[in-house]
């Protein structure tokens, strides 16, 4: 019995011996931190950079380029992107220009008292867990070794007006066709990152200066960075604008096939586009159910998706068939005409409003001021296709609403003046009462002059407002010396651009 054990022993050993040298030489740490290759032939190692692993990436790879283009196509338009394994590319031609919001658009901010929260970075598998994304740049140097801190605080969130995008959503559109997700909301405010043996320890605090007023001293050993974390907790609104930046994506997978949902924007501008609900009178019954499919076609609308909100209101219409808006009387048409102006369907908006005008209760509102309100809606709401008249009218009042407010930028004014001098001469006023065409010419100084000078670009907006200056105007500034039409210029300038005005 033992001679014939002995052997099976021995055989036994042999083979533990042969799988632990195999298992040794396997796992042999040969890279330089010592860490062992064995992760990345395991399940999470060949997961590692799956997305569907990671759908709230931090994106500390953008620079400020980046985010500022981020911020630009996110202020009209939900973000589409093409993710594979741990790069994320934005696919910003996957929009139409000339419809915004037409695939959907992002709710205004909901701002949130935050907290400071920190992440640290000791070894690869917590790389790809954390921050998958920087694995591009930063895996070489975790895979040596080097070890990461990052703090990042969180003051609000932007989330999509709509839950989900359709293959079919996109089929067709130029630029979409890799798009493998879209950003369905993303968290504003400020992050720092920066290897550990670069920071020095701070007891009970942190290490890029958070709280420490608007000092940033620290924050300059960070290297990667967005907004201000030192300006995240004061009580200066000016202050905590630089910690508004978009620091993380919540990404949303495209769905496969045919949005379930798909409804109405496939007719034409006839009365027929017009069968929707509207605007609700707060004495109107309707179900919770009704009235929540309402208030978000509201926010949709305030949002700027046309589409959305005509969805929604599609869907109360369904729920609530004594308030149609086919009914003009009912009022409801109001809200309905704008989203169908934002979706591009204009024409039909008009109609729509219109008619609700005329079937008003006040009686004060003859057809001038109904087709003037018509006309203001136009100019604020339409997008798409436009004639001449209405893109004319259209640029004139974004021109002249960037005078009070900064929120289109310089290309809102450049876009709107070139619309201008290209239909200016080409747009007649239809009647002596059509002053926003008979005007235009002596108004323009002044709406170049404070468009360009509230978005920042005081240089171009002194430029542009002489340049525009009626002829007449600049044959009699001819007459003086240079140096007194400079003071002129420089007094009607500072009236026009208060903003760009030396103190």
């Known amino acids: 019995m033992m001679r014939t054990l002995v052997p099976s022993l021995a055989a036994a050993l042999l083979l533990v011996c042969a799988n632990a040298c195999s298992l040794a030489a396997h796992t042999k740490a040969d890279r330089a931190s010592g860490q062992s290759n064995l992760m990345a032939e395991s399940f999470a190692g060949k997961n590692a950079c799956n997305p569907e692993n990671h759908l709230r990436p931090f994106i500390i790879e953008w620079d400020a380029t980046d985010m500022s283009s981020f911020e630009q196509h996110a202020a009209n338009d939900i973000v589409f992107v093409q993710y594979e394994g741990c790069s994320l590319r934005v696919l910003d031609e996957c929009r139409n220009e000339s419809i915004r919001g037409e695939a959907g658009a992002y709710k205004p901010a909901e701002w949130t008292s935050g907290s400071l929260e920190t992440i640290d970075i000791n070894n690869e598998a917590e790389l790809y867990a954390k921050l998958p994304l920087g694995h591009a740049t930063l895996g070489g140097r975790v895979n040596g070794g080097e070890k990461f801190h990052m703090e990042y605080y969180v003051a609000g969130t932007r989330t999509a007006t709509r839950d989900a995008v359709y293959e079919k959503d996109l089929a067709g559109k130029y630029g979409c066709d890799k798009?493998?997700?879209?950003?369905?909301?993303?968290?504003?405010?400020?992050?720092?990152?920066?290897?550990?043996k670069n920071l020095k320890a701070e007891v009970g605090g942190s290490a890029f200066g958070f709280g420490a007023g608007a000092s940033e001293t620290r924050a300059s050993s960070a290297d990667k960075k967005g907004g201000k974390l030192a300006v995240c907790d004061s009580e200066s609104a000016k202050e905590v604008d630089g910690c508004k930046a978009p620091i993380r994506l919540t990404l949303r997978e495209i769905r496969p096939g045919e949005n379930p949902e798909k409804t109405a924007m496939t007719s034409t501008d006839s009365d027929t586009a017009l069968n929707a609900a509207g605007l609700v009178n707060a004495k109107v019954e309707m179900s919770e159910e009704a009235r929540a499919h309402f208030e978000s076609a509201q926010r949709k609308m305030g949002a700027g998706d046309g589409r959305g909100c005509l969805t929604e209101l599609d869907a109360h219409d369904k729920l609530d068939a004594k308030h149609k808006s086919d009914d003009p009387r009912s009022s409801f048409g109001y809200l309905r005409g704008q989203c169908l102006m934002l979706a591009g369907k204009c024409d039909a908006g008009k109609v729509l409003i219109r008619k609700s005008a005329e079937q008003s209760?006040?009686?004060?509102?003859?057809?001038e001021q109904i087709d003037n309100m018509v006309q203001?809606?136009?100019?604020?709401?339409c997008q798409g296709?436009?004639?001449?008249?209405?893109?004319?009218?259209?640029?004139?009042?974004?021109?002249?609403m960037g005078v009070h407010n900064s929120k289109g930028g310089v290309k809102g004014c450049k876009e709107s003046l070139a619309t201008i001098l290209k239909l200016k001469g080409k747009v007649k006023a239809k009647d002596a009462e059509d002053n926003q065409i008979l005007s235009l010419d002596?108004?323009?100084?002044?709406?170049?002059?404070?468009?360009?000078?509230?978005?920042?670009?005081?240089?171009?907006?002194?430029?542009?407002?002489i340049e525009h200056m009626p002829t007449e105007r600049k044959a009699l500034m001819a007459k003086n010396p240079a140096d007194v039409q400079d003071k002129i210029y420089t007094s009607i300038f500072e009236a026009y651009a208060p903003t760009c005005k030396k103190i």
Not at 179 to 196: E, K, Q, R
């Open 179 to 196: 798009a493998t997700h879209f950003v369905y909301g993303y968290n504003l405010g400020a992050f720092a990152l920066a290897s550990a």
């Open 361 to 367: 209760n006040n009686a004060l509102m003859g057809p």
């Open 376 to 381: 203001q809606f136009n100019n604020m709401y």
């Open 385 to 400: 296709k436009l004639g001449d008249r209405d893109a004319l009218l259209k640029a004139i009042t974004t021109i002249s």
């Open 442 to 465: 002596d108004n323009l100084p002044a709406y170049v002059a404070g468009c360009f000078g509230r978005a920042g670009d005081c240089e171009a907006a002194r430029k542009l407002m």
